[in-house]
């Protein structure tokens, strides 16, 4: 069973920086897919950020230029580097990993950081 632990999150002012974490333990496997989502109060469930196995990249519109996604393989670790973090921002932020499977492909997920922002 694949466990997902997501650190890294805080309180910082607007314009600063942070840069999330998620490590995968119980497998050994390189996940196929990778993505960073958030969730703000009394809002859906938003994806911010895909990294496939094969190196393609996906932004939220919203973030482009402001956060990178990337991965470490030897540490089985995704990152998300935010960077110009807005009010907006502000939510929880949970990390998905996608296995080869089937008949399916399983996703497992983080229980997720806080991330506010805020002067």
């Known amino acids: 069973q694949v466990q997902v632990v997501e650190s890294g999150g805080g309180l910082v002012q607007p314009g600063g920086s942070l840069r999330l974490s998620c490590i995968a333990s119980?497998?050994?496997?390189?996940?196929?897919?990778m993505a960073w989502f958030r969730q703000a109060p009394g809002k859906q469930l938003e994806r911010v950020a895909v990294l496939t196995s094969i190196g393609d990249i996906l932004y939220e519109e919203s973030v482009k230029g402001r956060f990178t996604i990337s991965r470490d393989n030897a540490k089985n670790t995704v990152y998300l580097q935010m960077s110009s973090l807005k009010p907006e921002d502000t939510a929880v932020y949970y990390c998905?990993?996608?296995?080869?499977?089937?008949?399916?492909?399983?996703?497992?997920w983080g229980q997720g950081t806080q991330v506010t922002v805020s002067s």
């Open positions: 998905r990993l996608t296995y080869r499977g089937f008949p399916h492909a399983p996703d497992y």
């Open positions: 119980g497998s050994s496997a390189t996940p196929i897919g």
